[in-house]
C-alpha cells in the first residue's frame, strides 16, 4: 500500500491552514434553502445573503436584493466566475430566464466562502433508495455516451478525481467498444447527477491500428500499437478461479467485497500466461471502482457538513500546493491496482499501476513491461479489497508508439433539438468552459477520417466538478474527521469500515437507482 506523505514541513503547515479554515467556522451554523425560479415568491427575505445561481455556472452573493415577478431579481452584492473567483462588485439586475436556483443562507460569513458550495434539498425528494442510503446516492463527473453496435453506451466519465477547482486536470479515456457506423460520430455528453460540471474540452484522439491489433495509452498518456493480444491461461484470486471475468470487456467483472475491520486492507490476483510472444510487451487492464470511494468521498462532505465552504474555498486559495497533497491523501491512501512480474530468480518485481477513479465507466489502460518475459510468465496484480472491479487482462506485443490525431466538435445539439455554436466552441477549447447542471445533455458530432474503421479512439478531456451538497449529509458534520482524512488516512479507513460494511450489500442497487435523471 502507497501512501502519499507530506514532507514535516508542508504537513505541519497543511494541518494549521485545516485548523484555521475549522476553526474560523466551527461557530457558524448554516441553514440553507433552495428555491426554483418559479419559487421566487418563496424566497425568505430576513435571509444574511441571496445565491443566485446562474445556468452558465456564475453564482451571484447578494447581501441585499428584492425579487420582482416579472423583472426578476435586483440587489446588491458580488458575482464570482465558475471558479469562484471575484468578477464584478456592485448592483445588478438579474432576469429570471438565466436563473437555475435560487439559494439562501442564513449566517454571516465572507461571501467567498458562501459562494464555494451548494446545499440542496432536493435528493430527499429523489426515491427511497437514496432516503435510505444517502451515501449511496447517484453522483457521476461528465459522462459521455457512444454507440457499441447496440445501443448509446456510457464509455467514458470525464476527469473523475476533479472535485474542486484547484484540483482540474486533464484526462484521457479509451472508447473502447465505440463502433463508428458513418464519419460522422455522434457522442453524448451529459449530466445525470446533483453537481456542477465545468468542462474546458472534450476533443477525439484517433490512433491508427494495425489490421490484426489494436492502440493502448498507458497511465502517463503515452500510445502503443500492437498485437498479439492473449489473455492469461489461468487467473487465480482468493476467493478461487476468475479466468472467465477477465476474458473480455463485457461487464462480467471480478470484484471482492472490503475488510470488515480496515478499508485498505490489500488481495492478490494470481495470473499465467502461456505462449508468450517475443519482444516487448505490455498488459492491459480493463477495470473501475466499486462504490467505495464514492461512499468515502461522500461521508468527506458530510463530515465538512455546513462549512465545506470554507474547506474548498481554502483548497481554492491555497498556493503552496496543499489541493495536489488533499487529492493523493484522498484518493492515494486506499492505492492502486499494481502490477508485478515475476522474474527469472522467482522475484516479484513492480512494473506499474493503475488507478483511474471513477465506478461509471471501463477503464482499459496499459501498462509496458520492462521484464523479458519467458515462454511462461507469472504477473501479480495486488489491489485494495472491495475497492477495484476488474474486467479484462491481457498481455499484448507492442509493436510502436504513435501520435494521436486531434479532432474537435463539429457540431453541438442542446437538449434534442436545439442547435448551440457556443457550446461547440466552449466544448472545441476556443470559448467557454462548458457549465452544465443536472439534467442537461449535449449531442456531439465528430467528423472522422474517410477511413474511420482503422483507428482507435479516445477522449481526451479536461476540467472539474462541484457536488451539491445533500442536507441529509450535513447533520454528521464533524471537523476532526474531516482533517483525519488528511492527517491520519489509516485511522480513518479502519473507523469507516463497520459503517461501510452496513451498506455495502445495498450500495450498487441505491447508486443506480438513485439518479436526477436518466438519459
Not at 95 to 116: C, G, K, W
Not at 219 to 241: R, V
Request: net charge negative; proline share 4%.
Amino acid at each position: 500500500m502507497n501512501y502519499f506523505t507530506l514532507s514535516k514541513k508542508s504537513s505541519i503547515a497543511y494541518l494549521l491552514v485545516s485548523l484555521l479554515l475549522v476553526g474560523g467556522c466551527a461557530s457558524n451554523r448554516v441553514n440553507r434553502q433552495t428555491y426554483r425560479p418559479a419559487e421566487a415568491r418563496k424566497v425568505d427575505k430576513a435571509s444574511q445573503f441571496l445565491k443566485v445561481h446562474m445556468s452558465n455556472g456564475y453564482v451571484y452573493v447578494l447581501n441585499s436584493w428584492e425579487i420582482d415577478d416579472t423583472a426578476g431579481v435586483k440587489g446588491d452584492g458580488k458575482l464570482f466566475d465558475y471558479n469562484r473567483d471575484l468578477v464584478k462588485e456592485g448592483s445588478f439586475q438579474i432576469p429570471f430566464r438565466d436563473v437555475s436556483l435560487f439559494e439562501t443562507n442564513e449566517v454571516n460569513p465572507p461571501p467567498q466562502i458562501v459562494a464555494m458550495s451548494l446545499v440542496t434539498g432536493v435528493s430527499v425528494a429523489l426515491t427511497l433508495y437514496c432516503i435510505a442510503n444517502p451515501k449511496a446516492c447517484f453522483g457521476s463527473c461528465p459522462t459521455f455516451y457512444v454507440w457499441d453496435g447496440k445501443r448509446m453506451q456510457v464509455q467514458a466519465e470525464g476527469f473523475s478525481a476533479s472535485i474542486a477547482p484547484a484540483l482540474e486536470e486533464r484526462d484521457i479515456d479509451a472508447l473502447y467498444l465505440a463502433r463508428p457506423t458513418n464519419r460522422d460520430l455522434e457522442m453524448w455528453v451529459t449530466n445525470e447527477a446533483l453537481e456542477t460540471h465545468v468542462i474546458r474540452y472534450a476533443a477525439l484522439l484517433l490512433a491508427r491500428r494495425t489490421e490484426n491489433g489494436r492502440v493502448f495509452v498507458t497511465p502517463s498518456g503515452e500510445f502503443y500499437q500492437t498485437d498479439s493480444i492473449s489473455g492469461p491461461a489461468t487467473a487465480t484470486a482468493e476467493e478461487g478461479d476468475c479466468l472467465g471475468k477477465l476474458s473480455a470487456v463485457d461487464g462480467n467483472e471480478y470484484f471482492s467485497t472490503a475488510d470488515s475491520a480496515n478499508l485498505a486492507s490489500t488481495e492478490e490476483i494470481q495470473l499465467r500466461f502461456d505462449r508468450v510472444p517475443g519482444g516487448n510487451l505490455g498488459l492491459v487492464l480493463g477495470y473501475r471502482q466499486t462504490l467505495l470511494t464514492t461512499f468515502l468521498f461522500y461521508q468527506e462532505l458530510a463530515y465538512m457538513g455546513n462549512s465545506v465552504g470554507y474547506w474548498i474555498a481554502g483548497l481554492q486559495q491555497d498556493k503552496l500546493g496543499f489541493a495536489k497533497a488533499v487529492k493523493s491523501q484522498l484518493w492515494g491512501a486506499l492505492g492502486a491496482v499494481e502490477v508485478l512480474v515475476q522474474d527469472k530468480d522467482g522475484r516479484w518485481i513492480k512494473e506499474g499501476e493503475v488507478s483511474e477513479v471513477g465506478p461509471i465507466a471501463t477503464n482499459v489502460e496499459m501498462i509496458p513491461l520492462n521484464i523479458a518475459l519467458p515462454e511462461s510468465a507469472k504477473i501479480k496484480l495486488r489491489l485494495t479489497r472491495g475497492l477495484w472491479r476488474l474486467d479484462y487482462a491481457a498481455l499484448a506485443r507492442i509493436t510502436a508508439r504513435v501520435e494521436p490525431e486531434r479532432i474537435l466538435p463539429k457540431s453541438v445539439v442542446r437538449g434534442d433539438s436545439i442547435v448551440d455554436n457556443k457550446a461547440k466552441e466552449e466544448m472545441s477549447g476556443i470559448a467557454g468552459p462548458l457549465v452544465t447542471l443536472p439534467g442537461d445533455k449535449y449531442s456531439v458530432i465528430y467528423r472522422l477520417p474517410e477511413d474511420y474503421r482503422n483507428y482507435e479512439l479516445f477522449l481526451d478531456t479536461k476540467g472539474y466538478y462541484l457536488e451539491w451538497m445533500r442536507k441529509e449529509w450535513a447533520d454528521e458534520e464533524n471537523a476532526g474527521m474531516a482533517l483525519m482524512m488528511f492527517s491520519n488516512p489509516g485511522k480513518y479507513l479502519r473507523i469507516l469500515a463497520p459503517e461501510f460494511k452496513k451498506i455495502e450489500p445495498q450500495i450498487e442497487r441505491s447508486f443506480w437507482s438513485s439518479k436526477y435523471v436518466e438519459h
